[in-house]
Structure formats: C-alpha cells, structure tokens
C-alpha cells in the first residue's frame, strides 16, 4: 500500500502545530478526520493546569497553500460552507498555514472582519508577519473561549444514572442572563469536567461498586430558565465518553460539534421556535386561575355525583342502565371539560405544579367516562369496567386533595 503524498504532507502540518502549540504552553488534541473543518483543539495550560479555554485550528500544509501573496500576506481561498461553519463553531476559529519545510507557521483569525467574500467564495489574508511563537501568545489567549464564572449558571438537577458497566451522571443546568453560544459551551465544558469528578451515589449499592471512581459518562442539558426547562426546551445537550470506555458500555453517540475535550453538543435547532411558541400561548396568571377555576368547581361536583352512582352500582342498589341513564348528562359535561382544558393555552410557569395536578384529575375524571362509553361497553365486560371506574374514582379523589392543595400555595 502506498502512503499519498498529500497524506504525508498533512501529517507533518499537524505535526508541526501540535509542536509549535505545545511549545507555547497549550494542550493539543486532534480532531478526527470526519470533523469538518476542524483540524485541532489547542487548550491554554497554566501554572500545570487545563483551563478549559480552548481555540479551534484548520490546518494547511504545502505549496499550494503558500503560492498566492501579497506585499503583507499570504491569500488562503475557501468556499462558503467551511466559512460558515468556522463562524458559527461555539470555539474561536483560526487558520493555520504551515510552511513544513522552513518550520513556520502563518495563521489568522477566522471572523467576519477577516473573512472576505469574493462572490464564488472567501479569502482570508493571512499576514506574514502572524506567526505562531512565543510573539503570538498575547494575541492568541485574547481569542481563547471565555472563562464562564460559576454564579452565571445554575445546577438544579443532578441525576445518577450508573449501572454496573459505567459510572454516569446527567446535569440539567439553567443560565443565569444571557450567554453567546462561546459561553454556553464553556458553561457545558465546567460543568462536565467538575461533573465527572463528583461523588454523589444514588444507593449505597452503586456506591459500594463505583466508590470514589470518576465518571465514565457525563450528560448536560442547558436551559435559559427554569420555565424552558419545564417545557423541555433546551438549549443544547451534550455527550462526554471517557476514552477508556469499552464499546459494550458505552451509550448510544450524539451526534454534533465537538467544543473540546471530547464533549458532543448538540445544539436545539428547534429552541426559537418553542421559546416563541411558548411566549405567544402562555396565559396569565389571572387568566389562567379564571379559566379553571370555575371548571375544577363543576368537576368536583360532577365526581361526587358521579362516583355516588357508582358506589349505588357496585351495592346492587342500581342497575348498569339505571346508571347509565342517571349520569349521562353528566358524563357528557365530564368529556366537554377534558376537551376544554386539553385544548387550553399554556399555564404560567408559576401555576406549573398546579396544572399538572390539574391534568391527572381530569385524566381520571375522563377514564371513568371512557369505560361507560359506547366504545367503553364494547370492550370491557361490565364487572370489570365497574370495577376499573371505582379505581380511576379512588385516583381522582386522591388527585383532586393535591390540586386543592397546590391551588392554596398558588392563590
């Protein structure tokens, strides 16, 4: 088998700025070959220690890269796909042009000011006097991702999640104000680098098997409030595997952009859409208790009528056509208020636990109507529909003392 020149000549490229990189006081990673448009990650090392500021590299090596200049710089031609891409990566992007025979490495910053369209595609100007050494490095670090301080983000939900082949953890995480996406990818990367390290245990029995192990698997799921996460309108989620992790154990991958350290994220392309939906059919808190009110008043009635008709049926004391005829009005009024509250806008964030009890007492309700139903009576035998609607009475009951109370906390 033949090793292809442009194969070799790429290897000494990624070589050389692996070096050149390292030399200067970063970490180097390189990326896999089906990264798109990413070649490397160079994170910032101090004092011995990883940062979690991480810079993405495109490499180029050769002549052909090198040929087309100017008096101050070399052109570097591409198409528009890879530009954007660079410009919408959650890492700072830079351009590495390696001259692997002198030894040199020319690069440029990847940002709307430096990349120019030509109308078919971009140039970049690449100068010749930016070179990666120790000359760089100021320029370098302003472009790392940024810092992202603790108090800008909030773990409300730490889940384990290990079995007996991996240790796992899951973090639901809510940011505090706003973020760019640069950010949010750090915020993922901290809470994924300290959440691997983290000795909560659901059970004694997973501590006695993992103890103070490390974690083999780490999931994140970012929110911008608390109420997107009721919505389970994230943001992103991501993935991080320890590379050590053997393929049997391993969970199903994500698929999505590398932001370092072997983390997957993979960004909601649905987030706008769902934060708008749920800004344009949220009611109000008065319209909201307004509109359920009323109906959780006739629904507490139309059970007790309804469930004393049942207990008549169950006793004996009535016949299932009795029944039948006894609650028919109210078993259709029963159906019109599920449809009704099922058809509702969405309830305020702060009426949550409410509306959620709400929905299991209407559930039941609607069962009780479901099994004396025409379709009800073709599919269940009498005793067994009797005895199906006292149970979905007993849950009703049960749920309707909870809506009463979340009703008080909320009112």
């Not at 192990?213 to 997107?228: C, L, Q």
């Amino acid at each position: 088998m033949k090793a292809k020149q442009t194969e070799r000549t790429d290897r000494r490229g990624v070589a050389l700025v692996m070096g050149a990189f390292e030399s200067l006081g970063f970490a180097f990673r390189e990326q896999a070959e089906s990264d798109y448009g990413v070649d490397g990650h160079a994170e910032l090392i101090t004092s011995e220690q990883p940062t979690g500021q991480l810079l993405g590299i495109q490499i180029k090596t050769g002549e052909s890269y090198l040929s087309e200049r100017t008096d101050n710089a070399i052109v570097f031609r591409t198409d528009a796909e890879h530009v954007d891409y660079w410009l919408n990566h959650s890492l700072p992007m830079i351009v590495c042009l390696c001259d692997a025979d002198n030894q040199t490495i020319y690069w440029q910053a990847v940002t709307d000011e430096t990349a120019n369209s030509t109308g078919k595609g971009y140039r970049f100007d690449v100068p010749l006097t930016q070179i990666v050494n120790a000359s760089a490095v100021p320029q370098l670090t302003d472009l790392l991702t940024p810092l992202v301080s603790p108090d800008r983000y909030t773990i409300f939900k730490t889940e384990d999640v290990s079995h007996g082949l991996a240790k796992r953890y899951s973090f639901k995480v809510v940011v505090n104000g706003t973020a760019s996406k640069a950010e949010i990818a750090s915020i993922v990367r901290q809470v994924t680098t300290n959440g691997a390290k983290r000795r909560y245990h659901r059970n004694h029995m997973v501590e006695g098997r993992w103890g103070a192990a490390d974690a083999h698997v780490v999931w994140t799921f970012v929110y911008p409030s608390a109420e997107d996460e009721a919505r389970c309108n994230h943001i992103c989620r991501s993935l991080w595997i320890h590379e050590s992790l053997d393929d049997g154990a391993r969970p199903l991958p994500m698929t999505g952009e590398d932001i370092g350290n072997d983390i997957i994220v993979d960004w909601s392309g649905d987030y706008s859409f769902l934060a708008q939906h749920t800004s344009t059919n949220s009611l109000t808190k008065e319209d909201y208790l307004n509109s359920v009110i009323p109906l959780i008043d006739e629904l507490r009635k139309l059970l007790e009528r309804i469930g004393g008709q049942l207990l008549s049926l169950k006793s004996g004391d009535i016949k299932e056509d009795s029944f039948l005829t006894a609650t028919d009005a109210d078993r259709k009024r029963t159906n019109e208020i599920y449809m009704q509250i099922s058809g509702m806008s969405l309830a305020p964030f702060e009426c949550k636990d409410m509306d959620e009890r709400l929905e299991c007492f209407i559930a039941c309700m609607d069962n009780i109507v479901l099994h004396y139903s025409e379709r009800g009576r073709d599919t269940w035998t009498a005793p067994n529909r009797l005895e199906l609607s006292l149970q979905q009475r007993s849950y009703a009951i049960e749920h309707l003392a909870e809506l009463e109370y979340e009703m008080k906390k909320v009112r």
